[in-house]
């Protein structure tokens, strides 16, 4: 135990500390808990500055960040609590299957362009984007580690040779002892980006010394890349920052690569926060893998909004049409998500510890019944919740309409069940694949619209049925009680 913190398994370890995969005792989420090493934390001074770099990093709110959830800077052992992200990092992924091509690579491009917009916007720079530093769900890179940089940057710590980063994807300012910027972050992505189109890191391998070397002349090698982002990323490597462009440049491109490429910066920088919001430009489907970005607009966050309320409709309508049929509808999928969740977990867990293997897929289909088997306390728990949360509702209502209970007890019940199983404790693992579901409908107006007309024709479809053919209790023959 660590705080409130229960260790699970080991995830990585790097220069500023150990992150295990830990599960926090009070609410049952998984996090990534960053151990942080005695020379980082240092005395109480040092406690002092993680206190007040940690209090500016939880501003970080974005789809495509592991955020920073907790954190205790003077505690025993010192730590930083991230969201857990099941995946690999780019580093393994490549290793593991080769470069990213085509239309993959240009969303992988768009993404970690995101990720870092979203520190941006926040007025946290990132100063640590590399290949182990980017994590992988599914063909969505999350970033870690975010502005924890600035919190080793301690001269007590580089005057004895700490060196913080990795050579090859700190910028050639940093190298010469500058103070990073905006710019520096571009000089990042581009590295790690290049690393992901073509499997090498861009100034080459060996000695360190003579890695930073060729990345302060700006010597780097991109075999295969094509055009336009060839071109992009030639800029982005510059040696010199004022000659690369800047993220909301590159942000705009990577949204519509069909304008020209933004090689030369025009000295007019726009907000990160309105630059997102303003975009009309539709953002890849669901399909992509993608989440939503960075900052979600008015429009988008009323889709959301409007989604949810068209599911509990939905809900609404099949509890008085088949009371029994949608209730085991319900409760099939709250035991597919749990279990499914648990096994990802368990799957990214033993990737993450012992390195990707060829039998890995096999594996996760070997061992889901054990997950299955492994949620049903917690799962069976969360439906008695459902279940208690419905008979209260029901109560109520009967207390306050009488005999009219019938035309509203079931509907209501039907939306009660949903918000339950949501937020009781358990939900998060119900959560989690609902909400990709909803931002994934809500990103893209073309398939949310789709998305809306086939919720509002099934809770037609199933109010009519209830109205005219009464309620359905099977496979009971009448209604209960």
Not at 27 to 45: H, N, S
Not at 236 to 252: C, E, G, H, K, Y
Not at 403 to 424: K, M, Q
């Amino acid at each position: 135990m660590v705080g409130e913190y229960r260790l699970l398994s080991l995830l990585g370890e790097g220069g500023m500390g150990v992150v295990h995969l830990a599960k926090d005792r009070r609410t049952g989420e998984r996090v990534a808990l960053k151990l942080l090493r005695p020379q980082i934390v240092g005395d109480e001074e040092g406690r002092e500055r993680l206190a007040r770099e940690v209090s500016s990093l939880e501003r970080v709110h974005s789809a495509w960040v592991a955020e920073i959830v907790d954190a205790d800077p003077r505690g025993p052992v010192p730590y930083v609590a991230t969201r857990y992200v099941q995946g690999p990092s780019l580093h393994q992924l490549v290793g593991d299957r080769g470069p990213l091509r085509g239309r993959e690579l240009m969303q992988f491009a768009r993404g970690l362009a995101e990720g870092i917009a979203g520190c941006h916007a926040a007025g946290v720079l990132h100063r640590d984007v590399k290949p182990s530093n980017v994590l992988m769900e599914g063909r969505t890179p999350i970033l870690i580690d975010f502005g924890l940089a600035k919190v080793a940057d301690d001269p007590r710590l580089t005057q004895t040779g700490w060196l913080l980063g990795t050579p090859g994807y700190l910028p050639p300012e940093v190298l010469q002892g500058e103070s990073a910027g905006p710019a520096s972050d571009v000089h990042s992505w581009a590295a790690t980006v290049a690393f992901a189109a073509t499997g090498q890191p861009p100034f080459g391998r060996g000695p360190s010394a003579a890695v930073m070397d060729r990345a302060r002349r700006g010597e780097f090698q991109l075999p295969g890349v094509q055009e336009p982002l060839r071109e992009v990323l030639v800029a982005a490597l510059s040696p010199d920052p004022a000659a690369r462009p800047t993220l909301d440049q590159l942000v705009i491109w990577l949204r519509d690569p069909s304008r020209p490429a933004p090689v030369k910066p025009t000295g007019r920088t726009v907000p990160i926060t309105s630059l997102v919001a303003s975009l009309d430009e539709p953002a890849p489907s669901p399909v992509d893998g993608l989440p939503a970005p960075t900052t979600v607009g008015p429009l988008e966050g009323m889709r959301r909004l409007l989604t949810i309320l068209l599911m509990m409709l939905v809900l609404a309508a099949a509890a008085p049409a088949f009371p029994w049929t949608s209730a085991a509808v319900v409760a099939a999928l709250v035991v597919l998500f749990r279990s499914g969740t648990l096994a990802g977990a368990a799957h990214a867990s033993r990737r993450a510890a012992r390195g990707a293997r060829w039998y890995d897929g096999l594996g996760l289909v070997v061992t889901s019944p054990y997950h299955f088997v492994r949620s049903l306390p917690r799962t069976a728990m969360l439906l008695v919740c459902g279940a208690a949360g419905t008979a209260a509702s029901v109560l109520v209502l009967h207390l306050a309409v009488g005999e009219s209970l019938r035309n509203v007890a079931l509907p209501a019940a039907g939306i009660v069940t949903g918000l339950v199983l949501l937020l009781a404790p358990g939900g998060a693992e119900v959560r989690r694949p609902l909400s990709r579901v909803v931002s994934g409908l809500s990103r893209y107006g073309r398939v949310w619209g789709v998305a809306v007309f086939v919720l509002l024709a099934a809770a037609a479809v199933l109010a009519a049925y209830a109205k005219g053919n009464g309620i359905d209790w099977w496979p009971a023959h009448s209604r209960p009680f």
